[in-house]
């Protein structure tokens, strides 16, 4: 990131080369630490690059990178050609996925990079503002972008699954270090939490069931602030994995805990976050383990020990 430059950033300035030092450094911290599952690589995830695809003007300052909305109407944007053929920075990204395929040379295995959903790609090119007031005045034009988005995802998750290599005779599944038999991938709507429960139903349940449709395995990440979608998600067969991050200050997690009853019920639920020993136990003793994947956010490979001898004294188990 800090060697990036701050301004109007553009693929060319992106020199992959210079994380070269960087991902060397995650592999080896992580081959030290205890986690269950390996770690996987995949390109920068501070970038958008789907939205940087569409043609979204990339701004950085500091550590921040974000996407400027498009100029025109949605009229105008739905008009406007995407056009994947030369286009710099899709050619970035896949020169990305095919660095760390070269770089891994079969050590670690190789996902896709973070790929937000229809309804953050329409936020990020009209402004989470405007999209919200789309629904409620073009709602036809909103259905036919997002019908549009749902396929240029598609494309770009192909793209970048087509040059990875599987390891161990599986994929991993990126930026939940998840491993499976089949390649997939993970999307996100977190713009869905500005919309209410019927216009997700209306405007992005459609396409989120086509993406987890395409993809041989798939998950969705949500926020707590989301999991009004929960119920609907069960109803999507393709969709394998459900991972709600836990952030403490926000939604409790005897808040939460109905929805993740329902998710380990149908589905795979990842449950990421910075866990205090209290939470730990009050999961232990509400939530089944069948379907569980815990994972806790920590800074270093003796912080990833301490953690998992604390799951496994809470849960009795044994090394």
């Not at 269950?36 to 995949?42: I, T």
Request: net charge negative; aromatic share 10%.
């Amino acid at each position: 990131m800090g060697r990036l430059p701050d301004g109007q950033l553009t693929a060319q300035e992106v020199n992959i080369l210079l994380c070269q030092d960087d991902y060397q450094t995650l592999y080896e911290t992580n081959l030290a630490s205890p986690s269950d599952v390996p770690w996987a690589s995949f390109p920068l995830m501070t970038i958008p690059w789907l939205e940087a695809i569409l043609g979204c003007t990339i701004n950085k300052s500091g550590t921040n990178i974000w996407a400027e909305p498009l100029e025109g109407n949605l009229e105008q944007i739905l008009s406007r050609p995407i056009v994947l053929d030369d286009n710099p920075w899709l050619k970035k990204l896949l020169e990305f996925i095919q660095w760390l395929v070269d770089f891994s040379a079969g050590k670690f295995p190789v996902a896709a990079s973070l790929m937000r959903g229809p309804s953050d790609l329409l936020s990020a090119m009209r402004g989470p503002s405007q999209m919200c007031l789309d629904f409620m005045d073009y709602p036809d034009l909103v259905i036919k972008v997002m019908d549009r988005l749902s396929d240029f995802w598609i494309h770009i998750a192909r793209f970048q699954l087509d040059l990875i290599p599987p390891y161990m005779d599986g994929y991993s599944f990126g930026q939940m270090y998840l491993w499976g038999q089949k390649k997939g991938a993970w999307f996100q709507d977190d713009a869905v939490a500005l919309i209410s429960p019927k216009h997700y139903r209306q405007f992005l349940l459609p396409f989120e069931k086509k993406i987890a449709g395409f993809l041989p395995v798939s998950g969705i990440h949500l926020h707590p602030r989301s999991l009004f979608v929960v119920d609907d998600l069960m109803d999507i067969p393709e969709l394998g994995v459900i991972e709600i991050n836990y952030e403490p200050y926000g939604v409790t997690l005897p808040h939460m805990l109905p929805y993740l009853k329902k998710v380990t019920q149908k589905k795979r639920l990842v449950l990421w976050g910075d866990f205090e020993e209290r939470d730990l136990v009050f999961l232990k003793q509400n939530l089944p383990s069948k379907n569980l994947c815990l994972q806790m956010n920590v800074d270093s490979a003796q912080s990833a020990r301490l953690a998992l001898e604390l799951v496994r004294s809470i849960w009795n188990e044994s090394n």
